[in-house]
């Protein structure tokens, strides 16, 4: 069960990183720990909350798939263990989760991909992140956005993985394993 009975759900998400050879699928919630009923229906900005699942970049494209279907799935059922404002304990949480020695050296050795599924339609949108190479900062590439529905474990994992191939590392990547 989702954490707010009073929100109005319009999109699930979660982000996946390629870090040192592996997958991580973040699992993502509304921002804030606690969810304040004054603040109103509409769906507050997305934030980290957990690592679903970690898996080898080999794994398969069904694989893939399901587990970020469980990660959408579970969107907003547990909250994050950060105060939002508090901005070095968030990331020292983050950085934790993938062994970095912080979010420079996470930021700076990773590729990220964005999935957004939007729960009228039920479209999954699949979303490469440019990382400081077509402009200077780390973003969704927009126009390399792969829409798929219905999504299926294979067809969106197939995406995710059409996905990484055009994300980029940052220029100043510098711990290529």
């Not at 991909?113 to 927009?142: L, Y």
């Not at 829409?147 to 990547?173: C, D, M, N, W």
Request: charged residues 25%; glycine residues 6%.
């Amino acid at each position: 069960m989702r954490r707010s009975q009073h929100t109005n759900y319009k999109r699930w998400d979660a982000n996946i990183y390629e870090y040192k050879k592996q997958y991580f699928i973040l699992q993502m919630c509304q921002q804030g720990k606690e969810l304040d009923p004054a603040h109103g229906v509409e769906q507050l900005v997305s934030d980290f909350c957990a690592v679903s699942k970690k898996l080898p970049v080999d794994s398969s494209a069904e694989v893939i798939g399901h587990a970020t279907l469980k990660a959408l799935d579970d969107f907003d059922v547990i909250g994050h263990s950060f105060d939002e404002y508090d901005i070095p304990a968030r990331n020292k949480v983050i950085s934790s989760w993938f062994g970095a020695r912080g979010m420079g050296s996470l930021e700076k050795n990773c590729r990220v991909v964005q999935i957004i599924q939007d729960i009228a339609t039920g479209v999954v949108s699949v979303k490469p992140f440019d990382n400081h190479n077509r402009n200077n900062w780390n973003g969704p590439m927009e126009d390399k956005v792969i829409k798929i529905s219905p999504a299926t474990a294979v067809s969106l994992g197939e995406a995710i993985q059409a996905a990484f191939l055009v994300a980029t590392y940052h220029p100043e990547r510098k711990d290529p394993v």
